[in-house]
DNA sequence: TAGAGTTGTCTATATAACTATACAAGTTGA
DNA sequence: TCAACTTGTATAGTTATATAGACAACTCTA
């Protein structure tokens, strides 16, 4: 605990009570005493209290006077099966009630040399490019950028605004089939403005999904670029 | 730049500059000037100076007096494809020369529920817990901890700290096909004993996969989760 | 009820982090 | 050479972080 690296002790006690608690089965459970963690930690006692206030603003923990502090079970990350046929709605409707697509944003541009490779058009061949959020029970899960070509789907921004649903949008435009060709993994910090979509802390982590949707001609029709809040989804590849 | 969450400002400053070198896509680029910086993050000079010498000692940029700072293109992040047959070191041979994995601690415990029922052994059962970091050209990309049984897989880690493979060693115990039978994906901060292995500041982050490996017979023979360091690589899910 | 164990609060001190200002020393180009 | 830029260094003051100890308030159990 004494690594001059920038984050403050009382951070790295709070990381670690979290993961005392995650790794805890029981519910609703005590943690060790003040004293205790503080001796654990190698830090003092008002550290100890410092991180778990920073934890009970987070709503991780309360503390009873005279009695100790309780962690809550979170409840476990939801499972995001990533598929060949991966829809969101699908997908988190098994586990969640009500899942909801928002548009956050919507513009035509021209398409860079980037999408357009991955959409098969020519560079600056106009695209249209949504921001969505999507959130289950309340809780924003991720949030989406998408690219279409304007061309082939003109009403797509109307459509999802209406629908809130990828699918149903496209579908409104006579396609009913598509599956995801490739999706590439990585982990960010999280940017600002999506920390704003995501009501998530300045530090949290996003996992960035890369993927590419293709019509069942193989023909490419929709890149995206999605941000799963990580302390929220577990993404599960099935084989 | 004023967030009261426990993290240093040259830190936040230093992951900034980092952002900043790796969207720019010139290589030995010139970073803009100190003063410039510091307006930019909103800090004193002295902040900005503080991250961009925890930047140079991670080698990341050089400065040179009079003339201003300037940082190395990083290498992208290798592709790391997670299919039903992924090995670590045929995937990372096509993209880096001499990938090799370095025993890092090993152990004989009991299988605690999880790992028990994984693994379809009995509570108690035991277990082979063997920790170990993947490296290619001498980059640190992964650390892994993998459970396999004793009963059937007595030398496994005799065999893996000599051929540097878990498919090798499984080779030793006469078991030559083995596939993956589902990953689950999550992303956490790095901890404090993974950052040592894998060389990487204490804020980074890490791509977590959980996988199971079935024998042809689909029986699960090796339980495993591995943490790749979030900044050096990609996993890639072809469908 | 008494005592042991818990959290809450207070004061004090030391160190690290951050800011502010000034100027020296080096580089570049007109 | 000179002016305008850059980084390097020094000093000082302020705020945040962390430690140390003492004691009050509260809960539980013997």
Known sequence: MNVDDGIARWRRVADGIRTLAAESDADGGLLPSEAALAERFGVNRHTVRRAIAALAAEGLVHTERGRGTFFRKLPGRLHYPIGTRTRFSENISRQAREPAGRLIQASVEPADARIAAALGLRIGAAVHRMETLHVADGMPLSVSTSWFS??????????????????????????????????????????????????????????????????????????????????????????
């Open 150 to 239: 304007v061309e082939r789907f003109p009403a797509i921004v109307a459509a999802y605004a209406e629908t809130g649903s990828v699918s149903k949008a496209l579908e409104a435009h006579g396609l009913v089939d598509y599956h995801r060709r490739e999706t590439r993994v990585a982990a960010e910090h999280v940017s600002p403005a999506d920390a704003a979509h995501l009501a998530c802390p300045a530090d949290a982590i996003v996992i960035v999904a890369e993927s590419l949707n293709v019509d069942p001609e193989g023909q490419p029709m929709q890149r995206s670029r999605t941000r799963f809040a990580a302390d929220r989804i577990e993404l599960v590849f099935a084989t």
